[in-house]
């Protein structure tokens, strides 16, 4: 569905989508990764931005925020929580699908050794059939990149090493990534290029 933009706003340099339950900030590119920067730079970020747009005659910025690029399997994963930015729900069941895509992708624990790994798998068909979402070519991570002081998805990994049964995975998975969301909307800005808009 096309967005209307109001070329006034666009001329002072909005570029605000959502604010909650994660903020999405449109940015100065049309192709390439989406980018993922703490609260604190954006604000920095978007001072600059408006310094720069708001002179006569100047028609770019200059540098773009310290961040994490979302690339690689990250990409599929922000285009997701982007394709469904107004459905908190839908958003953390993308989220928590990536984990379990990271489990089973880089994870060691006892009940995957077993052939209840089944159930685990099944329910990952599910979920990307009823999400309509897929990971394409070769992904090496899932979930988004957190700053260390958040402990991003190497502690999902950690935490499932003593899960002996699938109902303990799913708790752990499901516990550790709404963790990671919560962070994510506190914490962090995602910033999206402007070939999202035909997400």
């Not at 730079?41 to 931005?49: A, D, G, N, V, W």
């Not at 990409?75 to 989220?95: K, N, P, Q």
């Not at 984990?99 to 979920?127: K, S, W």
């Not at 899932?142 to 402990?151: E, N, R, T, V």
Request: proline share 4%; aromatic share 10%; charged share 25%.
């Amino acid at each position: 569905m096309a967005e209307l933009i109001h070329m006034n706003d666009w001329k002072r340099g909005a570029n605000l989508i959502t604010s909650r339950p994660l903020e999405f900030r449109w940015g100065e590119w049309n192709t390439g990764p989406a980018l993922l920067c703490t609260r604190k730079e954006s604000l920095r970020f978007e001072r600059h931005r408006q310094d720069a747009l708001g002179t006569a005659g100047h028609r770019h910025v200059a540098w773009v925020p310290n961040h994490l690029k979302l690339a690689g399997g990250s990409h599929f994963t922000v285009s997701g929580l982007f394709r469904y930015r107004d459905g908190e729900s839908a958003m953390r069941r993308i989220y928590r699908l990536a984990g379990m895509m990271e489990c089973v992708t880089r994870g060691t624990a006892p009940v995957l050794r077993t052939d209840l790994l089944r159930r685990l798998y099944q329910t990952i068909l599910e979920e990307r059939e009823a999400l309509g979402i897929a990971w394409k070519g070769a992904v090496d991570h899932y979930l988004l990149p957190l700053y260390p002081q958040h402990a991003g998805p190497d502690l999902l990994l950690a935490k499932i090493r003593n899960c002996h049964s699938m109902q303990h995975l799913f708790q752990v998975i499901e516990e550790e990534t709404n963790r990671q969301f919560d962070l994510l909307g506190s914490d962090y800005v995602i910033y999206v290029p402007r070939c999202f808009r035909s997400i």
